[in-house]
């Protein structure tokens, strides 16, 4: 199912003890799942634990896991949405057994409601929308039957086939289960199992105008296809009862499918529904459904966020049976721990100060060793070019230094990383007392860094040569919602801020989708978008140091 996936070896959860005790009783010999999303929005992160958990199981079994989209109200589907998820599955390190389509079911489905019919269990209502929901009643007052509910088997299979036949408009005419208004359980009261809609589909094209509901379509789906668990969000859980219901009236199978339901993903700070997704991006508020701010897949893949990275934290924050709400900070740990070991360092200033080596000589240039990355020393070494004119970070110079503070300030000695001890000697300002440059000298004994220099300095800093200096647009990211004290999420203005700043100049040939760790800032992508031969723009992915711990 997948070359590079780990989820072969998942940990145990609820639902695998449940797994584990059908196999040993012998209740089932092959699992077989299914993600059926609907293509109607990009899925998003909390998809992501779904798609981990379905086609992780499988490979943990040796089993099955079929894609089928839930296609079954023609009016949202989009190929658009189709395509998203296709590459969102693989790019997760998936690959389904069958790709599969609701709609391909329809004449069974069809075949199933008459099934329901023939055995006094369906009925054909004309009460509008709103009145179904008047009658249906409310937590703790039971809901009262359709005036139509006592239709004949013969009448009723009459206006089912006048339904199909598109005798009726749109809201005039639909097919109920026929099981209990007085249900405790709301979704029992006698649910709408088929509609009327007059909508070309773009699986079917205009052979049906009825189409079945997803609670009706959903366990028959699974049926047909041999789906032996049928892993859901939690809810799921009040359909439950519905779901057996149908597989066990309609009567087509022996060996139904089994539903469970675990805990969805919440993430703090994180929006999570395709409808509210879908409002951002038309409103315009963000640049599109993989706009790095999203939670969608799409958007944490621009964003640098890596498969491994997202695989981890689905299995760290494991398999509930009650829902909870995790800290954003630790699906950002995760991608930390997975790029550290990766990820090659890049010197990059932002806002820059020039420094002014006033004893080099003037005209010479230089190169100076600095490692890759200093927890892989396989990743080698690099050659970054040093001269009497550089660009320090404006993070790394103070001009009166707080207490503790062992970077740069006037008479102060640093390390130049992987060249020399450099001290600051003058502060060259502007007529309106910004700071123009920064004069300062070195010690041509200490070449290298001064690793052999006999003495020591408490601060290193990182540079960049001027002449060689690469300009680039770095884009920082927040989260994209901000949570309220009443819990409500509002947009936060301030996620996105762009800036720019001087890199090294090996970041000229930066490719769209390269990563890098900016020394001591945090770890960027180049954009999969803007990035481009001539403009390089890097999007912040996560920062060096964590706020969650384990």
């Known amino acids: 199912m997948s070359e590079n996936n780990t989820n072969s070896e998942m940990m145990n959860n609820f639902i695998h003890d449940i797994i584990d005790e059908e196999l ?21 992160i909390g ?13 943990k079994y040796g089993g099955t896991c079929n894609l089928r989209y839930d296609d079954t109200n023609p009016v949202k589907e989009d190929v658009e949405y189709v395509d998203a998820i296709e590459e969102d599955v693989k790019w997760l390190g998936f690959q389904w057994n069958k790709r599969l389509w609701a709609s391909e079911y329809f004449d069974t489905m069809y075949e ?79 649910p709408v199992i088929y509609r009327v809609s ?58 139904p499918p089994r539903q469970i339901e675990f805990a969805r993903l919440n993430i703090t700070d994180t929006l999570m529904s395709k409808r509210y ?39 760290e924050i494991g398999v509930a049976k009650a829902n909870s709400t995790v800290d954003a900070a630790q699906l950002e740990a995760a991608v930390r721990d997975d790029l550290q070991n990766k990820v090659p360092a890049r010197n990059v200033v932002m806002n820059p ?29 690099r050659q970054v070019p040093f001269g009497r004119e550089l660009w320090i970070d404006g993070d790394d110079f103070m001009e009166v230094p707080v207490k503790k503070y062992f970077r740069l300030f006037p008479g102060n000695e640093v390390r130049f990383k992987g060249a020399y001890f450099v001290t600051c000697n003058e502060v060259v300002k502007n007529e309106d007392g910004t700071i123009k440059e920064l004069h300062c000298t070195y010690d041509p004994a200490t070449g290298g860094g001064g ?8 601060g290193t800093i990182h540079f960049v040569e001027a002449d060689s200096a690469v300009r680039i647009r770095i884009r920082e990211y927040g989260h994209m919602m901000n949570t309220l004290e009443d819990g409500s999420m509002e947009f936060n203005q301030d996620s996105l801020k762009e800036t720019w700043g001087y890199a090294e100049p090996s970041l000229a040939k930066a490719e769209p989708g390269e990563r890098f760790q900016f020394f001591r800032k945090g770890y960027y992508i180049a954009d999969t978008k803007l990035t481009t031969d001539t403009e390089k723009v890097f999007n912040s992915i996560v920062s060096l140091k964590s706020s969650w711990k384990k």
């Open 198 to 255: 007059h909508t070309t589909h773009h699986n079917t094209g205009d052979k049906w105008c009825i189409y079945p509901m997803y609670d009706f379509a959903h366990p028959i789906e699974d049926a047909i296809e041999g789906i032996t668990h049928s892993l859901c969000t939690l809810e799921f859980e009040d359909h439950r009862p519905l779901y057996d219901w149908v597989l066990k009236e309609v009567g087509f199978w022996p060996n």
């Open 353 to 381: 100060i020039k420094v002014i080596i006033t004893n080099y000589p003037e005209g010479q240039k230089e190169m100076v060793t600095v490692e890759n990355n200093r927890n892989v020393p396989e990743m080698g070494d």
């Open 47 to 59: 998809h992501a634990k779904s798609i981990c958990l379905n086609f992780g199981t499988a490979l």
């Open 277 to 315: 997704l879908k409002k951002m991006v038309d409103e315009g508020r963000v640049d599109g459904w993989d706009d790095p701010r999203m939670p969608t897949i799409a958007g944490i893949r621009r964003r640098g966020y890596t498969p491994e990275a997202v695989r981890k934290f689905c299995e």
């Open 112 to 190: 199933a409601a008459e099934e329901l019919i023939k055995k006094g269990k369906a009925f054909v209502c004309n009460l509008t929308a709103d009145q179904i929901r008047e009658y249906r009643g409310t937590l703790t007052e039971p809901g009262k039957n359709s005036p139509y509910r006592d239709r004949t088997i013969e009448e009723n299979m009459e206006l089912f086939h006048k339904m199909r036949d598109g005798e009726f408009g749109d809201g005039e005419a639909v097919l109920r289960a026929k099981i209990d208004m007085a249900s405790p359980n709301i979704n029992m009261r006698d």
């Open 451 to 458: 690793v052999n220099a006999g003495r020591k300095v408490k």
């Open 24 to 44: 040993a009783q012998g209740k089932v010999t092959k699992i077989a799942t299914r993600f059926p999303p609907e293509p109607n929005g990009y899925l998003h």
